[in-house]
T-cell receptor, first 114, second 113 residues
Framework: GQNIDQPTEMTATEGAIVQINCTYQ??????LFWYQQHAGEAPTFLSY????GLEEKGRFSSFLSRSKGYSYLLLKELQMKDSASYLC???????????????FGGGTRVLVKP | EAQVTQNPRYLITVTGKKLTVTCSQN?????MSWYRQDPGLGLRQIYY???????DKGDVPEGYKVSRKEKRNFPLILESPSPNQTSLYFC????????????FGPGTRLTVL
């Protein structure tokens, strides 16, 4: 089976840094994704890791360790608009027929306070 | 503008009354998928389609049907809705194998009384 865990909620202050952890146990691994979702809206793509290491994209960075089944999303210089849920998702299958099937964690709600 | 559209955005219905939620994408994507999102459970895949006339079950397919007669459209059909299908539904699309980003529609909030 597939199991993806992330904290339910985190609170941080504007201008600070927050790190959202995600651990996964899946039958295969073909990439880890982070999505941002504002309340009542569609998820939007943030980052993708398939190899170990850090991927940086502006204020957001994502790290992956495949041997540990672990990833984190780092949000720097937090802004009020960063208040949202952050979804960790794993593409587990290497089988082409499964296409881009993603298994999602429950999401981490981040609240940014002034 | 590249996008995934869903209709309706909001729907309140009664148990047993058949309904269809439409999904359309204009990016020529091969892969399309339906998810439902419930508090504490995250996004769970209902059905997916690799291409025209190719569909398969996801993790929670019971009570749902889909079809893929055209590449751009992937409707979700609830033949006999029940209250446990009250949820927020998202359609998504991406390039086929190797595609990275999945593009999500705006969501359909369904309430079954």
């Amino acid at each position: 089976g597939q199991n993806i865990d992330q904290p339910t909620e985190m609170t941080a202050t504007e201008g600070a840094i927050v790190q959202i952890n995600c651990t996964y146990q899946t039958s295969g691994f073909n990439g880890l994704f982070w999505y941002q979702q504002h309340a009542g809206e569609a998820p939007t793509f943030l980052s993708y890791n398939v190899l170990d290491g850090l991927e940086e994209k502006g204020r957001f960075s994502s790290f992956l360790s495949r041997s540990k089944g672990y990833s984190y999303l780092l949000l720097k210089e937090l802004q009020m608009k960063d208040s949202a849920s952050y979804l960790c998702a794993v593409r587990a299958s290497l089988i082409k027929a499964a296409g881009n099937k993603l298994t999602f964690g429950g999401g981490t709600r981040v609240l940014v306070k002034p | 503008e590249a996008q995934v559209t869903q209709n309706p955005r909001y729907l309140i219905t009664v148990t047993g009354k058949k309904l269809t939620v439409t999904c359309s994408q204009n990016m020529n994507h091969e892969y399309m998928s339906w998810y439902r999102q419930d508090p504490g459970l995250g996004l769970r895949q209902i059905y997916y389609s690799m291409n025209v006339e190719v569909t398969d079950k996801g993790d929670v397919p019971e009570g749902y049907k889909v079809s893929r007669k055209e590449k751009r459209n992937f409707p979700l059909i609830l033949e006999s809705p029940s209250p446990n299908q009250t949820s927020l539904y998202f359609c998504a699309s991406s390039l086929g194998s190797g595609g990275v980003e999945q593009f999500f529609g705006p969501g359909t909030r369904l309430t079954v009384l």
